[in-house]
């Protein structure tokens, strides 16, 4: 399905194709429920992304104040683990299938076309599972005397 | 409303000359940035796993001024990909709403400035103080 040449189908708005502004919904299969995806996550990621840069950079100070410490005791919390790792999968698989979109869009080249994104699926596959053993892993107490 | 001409590829529509184009060209640059800073920030994060030296000294490069810089950058290329992906998915989820694009475009410039500018000078408010650290 992603990496293939064929074409995508979509479907125009009634007003016609010229109606469209952005990207076509897709007709239907997989493409259709990529589509509400990015739309769906996206909605998500607009109370996870801009909540978590609220309070990491703009509450009190940036990003400078973080620390081993600074996580110990924020990760404590259930809520926030669970908050940072919906966080992790909804912004990787939202992101990367945005990498997917544009090289559709601007990578013509069957082979080039199936690098790119063969590595960037590897990438987010890879920081998916890294993320998510180390939120559900992480135990400071390994650690003494440094919290 | 204008026409939107497009230049039709196989794989999805690359529109040109209509002022959607901007935004559209401008969801991509911050979504790509976003996501290349993400690949980079789960691996740091990641570091919290390997215990206290390794992690602190590597988030110690967030204190520097310049990196700060970059983190507003950061966080206003993410305020713009949320609300220009607000708009969208608005306009996807109800296709009626086209014929008010205009205004719903003025609607998401002016909802980024508002909040773009407060966020800005708070930020550069911290660089200003980690410069002087």
Known sequence: MATTTSPRR???PPGGSDQRLGRERPIGGGELWLWLFMRISGLLLLVLALGHLLVMHLFATGAERINFGFVAVRWASPFWRTWDWML???ALVHGINGLRN???DYVTRPGLRLAIN??????GFTLMVLGTIIVVTFDPSKWPGAV | MATARKTKSDYGGLYKGHPGQYSWILHRITGVAVILFLFMH????????WGPEAYDRVVSAYANPFIHLLELGLVLAVLYHSLNGLKITLIDFFPRLVTHITGISVATAVTFALTAIPTAFIMLKQTWDLYKA
């Not at chain 1, 063969?118 to 990438?123: A, F, G, N, Q, R």
């Open chain 1, 10 to 12: 979509t479907q125009d």
């Open chain 1, 88 to 90: 992790l999968m909804l």
């Open chain 1, 102 to 104: 544009i090289t559709l």
């Open chain 1, 118 to 123: 063969m590595t960037s699926y590897v990438i």
């Open chain 2, 42 to 49: 789960v691996v740091d994060t990641a570091l919290i796993g």
